[in-house]
């Protein structure tokens, strides 16, 4: 792991216009192999500092591990993934997604990369999902153990998506 902690958070929050588009490649790895313009001006990385990083490059402290976990559960299954995610940028500010990650497959139908597609979220939403990251943080930081954290974190979102009587995926594109 090289989760970007030389970069402090600030509580300064970077808004996405409605038509922006924020776009990432990664190999299988997760190091990121192209990103676009709007990526490069949200995060206000260079592309030249973040080609052929790891993709936590843009993690933020605020987000629980159980969501990665999700994710990486997600692709590796070859499904595609949708998510409400806070992000990084190099001067510590940060800004919120809409995010969908799919797996790129060769004609055999191997895995040869990802590719993400995010865009401006939902307001209420990021309020809704910010508060449930937040409890689920502070569970991962009861446990010393990650896999342990992640289980009792994964738990919380469970719980609450079972909550809403709807799949995970419908209840986010119901915002939409
Ligand atoms: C195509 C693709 C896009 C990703 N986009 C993000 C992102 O925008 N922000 C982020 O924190 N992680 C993103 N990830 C997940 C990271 O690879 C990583 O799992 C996550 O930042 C957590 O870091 P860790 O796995 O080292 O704990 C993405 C992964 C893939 C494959």
Same mark, same amino acid.
């Given at each position: 792991?090289?989760? #970007?902690?030389? @970069?402090?958070?600030?509580?300064?929050? #970077?808004?996405?216009?409605? !038509?922006?588009?924020? &776009?990432?490649?990664? !190999?299988?790895? =997760?190091?990121?192999?192209? +990103?676009? +313009?709007?990526?490069?001006?949200?995060?206000?990385?260079?592309?030249?500092?973040?080609?052929?990083?790891?993709?936590?490059?843009? $993690?933020?402290?605020?987000?629980?591990?159980? &969501?990665?976990?999700?994710?990486? !559960?997600?692709?590796?299954? =070859?499904?595609?993934?949708?998510?409400?995610?806070? /992000?990084?940028?190099?001067?510590?500010?940060? *800004?919120?997604?809409? +995010?969908?990650?799919?797996?790129?497959?060769?004609?055999?139908?191997?895995? @040869? =990369?990802?590719?993400? &597609? $995010?865009?401006?979220?939902?307001?209420?939403? &990021?309020?809704?999902? =910010? /508060?449930? *990251?937040?409890?689920?943080?502070?569970?991962?930081?009861?446990?010393?153990?990650?896999? $342990?954290?992640?289980?009792?974190?994964?738990? @919380?979102? #469970? /719980?609450?998506?079972?909550?809403?009587?709807?799949?995970? /995926?419908?209840?986010?594109?119901?915002?939409?």
């Amino acid at each position: 792991m090289s989760k #970007n902690t030389q @970069i402090a958070p600030t509580l300064k929050e #970077n808004l996405l216009e409605p !038509d922006d588009l924020i &776009v990432s490649k990664t !190999d299988v790895k =997760g190091h990121i192999t192209y +990103a676009n +313009a709007c990526f490069l001006s949200l995060s206000l990385f260079k592309e030249k500092d973040i080609l052929n990083k790891p993709h936590n490059i843009i $993690r933020h402290p605020d987000m629980p591990m159980a &969501v990665y976990q999700m994710l990486w !559960d997600t692709l590796h299954k =070859g499904d595609e993934f949708f998510g409400i995610v806070k /992000n990084l940028s190099a001067d510590g500010s940060f *800004y919120w997604v809409f +995010a969908n990650i799919t797996p790129s497959f060769d004609e055999s139908g191997k895995t @040869i =990369g990802y590719f993400s &597609v $995010r865009r401006q979220a939902n307001r209420e939403l &990021v309020t809704i999902m =910010g /508060n449930l *990251y937040k409890k689920m943080v502070q569970e991962e930081k009861r446990h010393s153990d990650d896999k $342990r954290a992640i289980k009792a974190s994964t738990q @919380i979102f #469970n /719980n609450f998506i079972d909550e809403q009587g709807v799949s995970y /995926n419908e209840y986010l594109i119901s915002f939409a």
